[in-house]
């Protein structure tokens, strides 16, 4: 074991708080099963105590000391995902603490797949883990409430600071968008339901399962050009940031340098040269949504850092394959908060 490591899992079983590195993106851990430990992320993160936390496994062997009543489709799913970005929502188990489920008779458990996250847990275990001999890290992204989530060492040290005994330090997240959230929980009468879109697509998910799960939350995409920041609910970045089609671009972006705005685009699309050049910012993602997925959130931050009126974004194709990216989007302009 690394110094890093087992310095990581001290402080983990004395209550401290650890921010570590996932494949989705950087988490602030702490003992799943001490109460006290898990308040100290509410308060580093400023985050309202009935928001629900993520319990960190080292493996789907230990589902069943966080859940109960886990239905055939769970084991298929962490079968079939595990390692990996999928967050399944279950009955609790009697040890897992409320303060973990924000109150809730309901868990979400993911066993992550970066190699630090994993080494991390393992090491965890094999030290005989936290409170009651259970084997779970409470994570939520490591960012402060309502801002960009982390996906690099160097953002954690921005958002939180001191408020973190140790940042394991992953180098940047491969998928960069936080993991799909499915909800298992309601019983067998009820659909499994997607409550976060995210890197395992509802397709995916299907073909483990038979069955493809209900979806709610936001539209694909915006076609309109709104604009956030009056709204009181403003998710990060903290610049105002809004949604145009491309289609409308070239002419938004002309009127708002007639206007004197200073504003920074977001693109993807290559033949936007001249209306980029009016920006005094202009950052461009692949074309993809996996490359746009990984590189979102730093370039989000760095557009922000610029501190201009206003962030504009180019929307996002309104098809399957870009529904999480185009979620995260409309969160960021819309106003949602984790
Ligand atoms: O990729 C991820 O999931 C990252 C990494 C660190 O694992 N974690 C993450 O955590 O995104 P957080 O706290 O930022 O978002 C967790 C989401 C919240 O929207 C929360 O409401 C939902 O998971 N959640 C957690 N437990 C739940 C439960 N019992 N019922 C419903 N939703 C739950
Ligand atoms: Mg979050």
């Not at 936390?53 to 962490?78: F, Y």
């Not at 190699?115 to 409170?131: C, F, K, T």
């Not at 539209?219 to 403003?234: E, K, T, Y």
Request: charged share 15%; aromatic share 6%; proline share 8%.
């Amino acid at each position: 074991m690394t110094q890093d490591l087992s310095e990581a899992v001290a402080l983990l079983q004395s209550g401290e708080l650890v921010a570590f590195p996932t494949e989705t993106v950087y988490g602030l851990g702490a003992d799943a099963a001490n109460p006290q430990a898990v308040a100290k992320i509410f308060a580093a993160k400023g985050r309202p105590a009935d928001h629900p936390l993520i319990v960190h496994l080292p493996g789907a062997a230990h589902l069943e000391s966080w859940a109960k009543a886990i239905p055939v489709m769970a084991w298929e799913l962490a079968e079939a995902f595990w390692p990996g970005p999928l967050t399944l929502i279950l009955k609790r188990a009697s040890a897992v603490p409320y303060a973990v489920t924000g109150g809730q008779e309901t868990v979400g458990v993911r066993v992550p797949s970066h190699p630090v996250a994993l080494d991390l847990l393992r090491a965890y275990a094999q030290a005989g883990g936290g409170q009651e001999g259970l084997c779970g890290i409470a994570a939520p992204s490591a960012n402060r409430f309502g801002r960009i989530s982390p996906t690099d060492a160097a953002h954690v040290y921005q958002e939180l600071g001191a408020a973190v005994a140790l940042v394991l330090d992953g180098g940047p997240c491969q998928i960069g968008i936080e993991s799909s959230i499915i909800d298992l929980s309601r019983g067998q009468d009820f659909p499994p339901r997607l409550l976060r879109p995210g890197p395992i697509t509802p397709e995916q998910i299907e073909i483990v399962i038979g069955q493809r799960p209900e979806q709610i939350g936001t539209p694909l995409g915006v076609n309109a050009p709104r604009v956030s920041g009056s709204l009181d609910g403003h998710y990060a970045p903290q610049t105002p940031l809004c949604l145009v089609a491309t289609s409308e671009l070239s002419l938004f972006l002309d009127q708002l340098s007639a206007s004197a705005t200073p504003f920074g685009v977001l693109s993807y699309s290559t033949n936007l040269m001249r209306a980029s050049s009016l920006a005094s910012a202009s950052l461009r993602l692949p074309d993809n949504p996996r490359g746009y997925a990984q590189g979102l959130y730093a370039v989000l931050r760095e557009l922000d850092r610029l501190g201009n009126a206003l962030i504009v974004v180019e929307a996002v194709p309104e098809n399957a394959n870009w529904a999480a990216v185009a979620d995260r989007l409309h969160r960021a302009a819309y106003g949602s908060k984790n």
